[in-house]
């Protein structure tokens, strides 16, 4: 049945996002609102991913919400990185206790986002047959949320099993004493990898690009060590956010090739130990920018593979030589490298001979079948772009998102874009996110959006727009910092560049957390410079 809703906001995803913008837009700016998540409940990407091994890389005390004291203070995180049952339960928490759910439509997938000029508002087309009118929409839909396309011949030929990271099955998958094969060593198939090894019967990774995975050091948070975060927590988050990737970390040096070869594995080794990404952000400054320097990592990173990896042959394969350490998102590990020293563990290199399909009993690569009973996909998202895309958002004269990005994302901030007023981005491509620690990402993105609603409200307006002039020096400053870095040297999602016909482009602002915060605040005091504000009959601002 087809019913007409209005509301003031209709909010895009149930994830950090969806959350965080129930409670403000509702709760604290007072309209009415209402999300949709096509899946059963909070969560996001943690309702989704519930693969064996999923785990936040991001130190839990920084991977929450920093919005309330009392959440921060009743809320206890048992680990250094938090798993994703925990991730999951704190957001089931956090969502009970503002009450979020009844802002909120459960299994409910949006299939259009269509701008109404001469009404002035955006109509969202849901796929129970639903439409909602709204003055404004935020969308929370996921950077990582769209998965990439299976590109192989023969899928549905294969009488085995499929599995996918992204769409883990809740009630668990059943791979003991199994041959099992997994796609992809990334994020997601490195946590994997390690923690199904025990348990399968023989494991066989088809690994396409090495990556510089780096140890995590997971371990227990003791009460003495949560008790003093909860006293600091303050201090802690004011000194995380003035942080290029929003996290505590050490001051990091000048520079790695200015160093002794003796500092430097002084250095490298102390945060190899240390675990996460300090060895890339709290060791030397210039690593993400100079070649030079970022070989000296690099090399650290191939040795310590070589010294972990019995097989000379397999460490090689696994040691990547194609793209700078750090360009393509580090994944964290624990034992993903001693797994390839198991008897029951086999590597496949599929760039030398890709994958030529699958068959019925398992994956055939150069002419030599691979036996499975499983095939688990861990093949990385159509990310930034993708969900938006995947939305049927058209804006202003019936120009779809899709038109207007055709060659890349054009946006304001990475919150905005012209043509398509009154829409935000929570952590769209071109913010400072993916390098910025999400939650708190999230929480400046959904301030600055709210803020401009409220402010387009309370002073009469009907519509605020990202100008022209705005999003072109946005594209130029987005894409001028991505050629001072070297991250256009890897062909990874932060490009754009792991979708087959994908334009290449830069998806995030890589001048770091602070400056972006700066950037927007600045936006804000000059009264929402490079927006045009308007109401129907003037245009203000
Ligand atoms: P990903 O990093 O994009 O990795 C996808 C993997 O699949 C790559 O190894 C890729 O190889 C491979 N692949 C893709 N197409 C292939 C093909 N046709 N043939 C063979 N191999 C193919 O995806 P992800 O591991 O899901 O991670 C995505 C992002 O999600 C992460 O970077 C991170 O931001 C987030 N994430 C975070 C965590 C965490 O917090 N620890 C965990 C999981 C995910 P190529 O490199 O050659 O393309």
Redesign the pocket.
């Known amino acids: 049945m087809t019913r007409d809703t209005d509301v003031d906001v209709v909010i895009v995803g149930a994830g950090y996002v969806g959350i965080y913008a129930v409670h403000r837009l509702r709760d604290q700016l007072g309209l009415s609102v209402l999300a949709f998540d096509s899946a059963g409940d909070v969560g996001g990407t943690w309702y989704w991913?519930q693969y064996p091994g999923?785990?936040?890389?991001?130190e839990s005390v920084h991977y929450s919400y920093s919005f309330s004291e009392e959440l921060q203070r009743e809320w206890r995180w048992s680990e250094r990185y938090a798993a994703q049952p925990e991730i999951l339960a704190y957001l089931n928490h956090v969502a009970d206790r503002f009450d979020v759910r009844r802002s909120m439509r459960f299994r409910t997938r949006i299939t259009s986002i269509v701008w109404d000029d001469d009404a002035v508002h955006w109509r969202v087309g849901t796929d129970d047959g639903a439409v909602t009118t709204a003055r404004f929409v935020m969308s929370g839909a996921g950077n990582?949320s769209l998965p990439?396309k299976p590109?192989f011949p023969g899928m549905e030929d294969f009488r085995g099993e499929v599995y996918a990271?992204?769409r883990w099955p809740h009630e668990g998958a059943d791979l003991r004493g199994k041959r099992v094969g997994v796609?992809?060593?990334?994020?997601?198939?490195i946590?994997l990898i390690p923690v199904i090894a025990g348990e399968v019967e023989h494991l066989t990774v088809?690994?396409?690009?090495p990556?510089y995975a780096s140890p995590l050091r997971n371990r227990p948070l003791t009460d003495d060590e949560y008790d003093e975060v909860v006293a600091n927590y303050r201090d802690i988050r004011t000194a995380a956010r003035q942080n290029f990737m929003g996290i505590t970390a050490d001051p990091a040096r000048p520079s790695a090739k200015g160093a002794s070869e003796e500092e430097r594995r002084e250095v490298y080794d102390h945060y190899y130990q240390r675990g996460g990404f300090h060895l890339l952000i709290s060791s030397y400054q210039d690593l993400l920018f100079d070649p030079e320097s970022n070989e000296t990592l690099a090399q650290y990173v191939r040795d310590r593979i070589a010294e972990r990896v019995e097989d000379p042959a397999v460490a090689e394969l696994l040691s990547p030589t194609d793209h700078p350490y750090g360009t393509?998102?580090v994944?964290?590990e624990t034992n993903y490298y001693e797994t390839f020293n198991r008897d029951n563990v086999t590597l496949v290199d599929?760039r030398s001979a890709?994958?030529e399909r699958v068959t019925e009993t398992g994956i055939r690569v150069g002419g030599t079948d691979h036996e499975l009973d499983v095939i688990v996909s861990?093949?990385?998202?159509d990310a930034f772009t993708g969900a938006l895309l995947d939305m049927g958002v058209v804006g202003r004269g019936g120009l779809s998102l899709r038109e207007k990005w055709a060659d890349g994302p054009r946006t304001y901030l990475g919150i905005a874009a012209q043509g398509f007023p009154n829409f935000f981005m929570i952590t769209g491509p071109q913010s400072a996110v993916?390098l910025y620690n999400n939650p708190s990402a999230i929480e400046d993105h959904v301030e600055f959006a709210s803020d401009a609603i409220k402010h387009t409200l309370d002073h009469g307006l009907d519509t605020i727009e990202a100008t022209s002039d705005a999003e072109s020096g946005w594209v130029r400053t987005v894409e001028e910092m991505a050629q001072t870095s070297l991250f256009p040297r890897a062909?990874s999602?932060y490009m754009g560049a792991?979708i087959p016909g994908k334009p290449i482009s830069p998806m995030l602002y890589l001048g770091g957390a602070p400056a972006y915060r700066q950037i927007c605040a600045d936006v804000v005091e000059g009264g929402y410079h490079g927006f045009d504000l308007s109401s129907t009959s003037a245009l203000v601002g």
């Not at 088809?206 to 690009?209: E, L, S, Y």
């Open positions: 991913n999923a785990r936040c890389d991001i990582v990439k590109e990271t992204h796609i992809g060593t990334g994020a997601s198939g946590q088809f690994q396409r690009t990556n393509k998102r994944p964290m599929v890709p994958i861990a093949m990385g998202f993916a062909r999602w792991n």
